[in-house]
């Protein structure tokens, strides 16, 4: 019903910055929220920050003070500007939409890789 389509993900140095985009088509509700989460291998994917219609924001503490998210209703576009990147950071981050009629978490993007390194 609802398709994620990921974009921004690469290769950076620590303390660098990206800027990851991820625009939702399909059958999207005006009330929604929508966010970003990121997974390594073995460990279970976790969030890194969400945004409502509204506006209202929230952000894991490992990336508060250096991650902002954002979104463009109009474009239905949601995006994580990430600054001041570690190390750490590198992940695998996967987009999530969801609205009232979503089952589960919702729907998820593809994925884009990040990797911080040297």
């Known amino acids: 019903q609802v398709q994620l389509v990921e974009s921004g993900g690469g290769l950076v140095q620590p303390g660098g910055s990206l800027r990851l985009s991820c625009a939702a088509s399909g059958k999207i509700i005006v009330l929604n929220t929508m966010g970003w989460y990121r997974q390594v291998p073995e460990k279970q994917r976790e969030l890194v920050s969400t945004i409502t219609i509204s506006g ?63």
């Not at 995006?79 to 992940?91: F, G, H, R, V």
């Not at 939409?97 to 089952?103: A, C, G, H, K």
């Not at 589960?104 to 993007?109: I, N, Q, R, S, T």
């Open 56 to 118: 209202s924001t929230s952000y894991a503490d490992s990336v508060k003070g250096r991650f902002t998210i954002s979104r463009d209703s109009a474009k239905n576009t949601v995006y994580l500007q990430m600054n001041s990147l570690k190390p750490e950071d590198t992940a695998v981050y996967y987009c999530n939409y969801r609205d009232i009629l979503s089952r589960g978490e919702g729907y998820w993007g593809q994925g884009t890789q990040v990797t911080v390194s040297s």
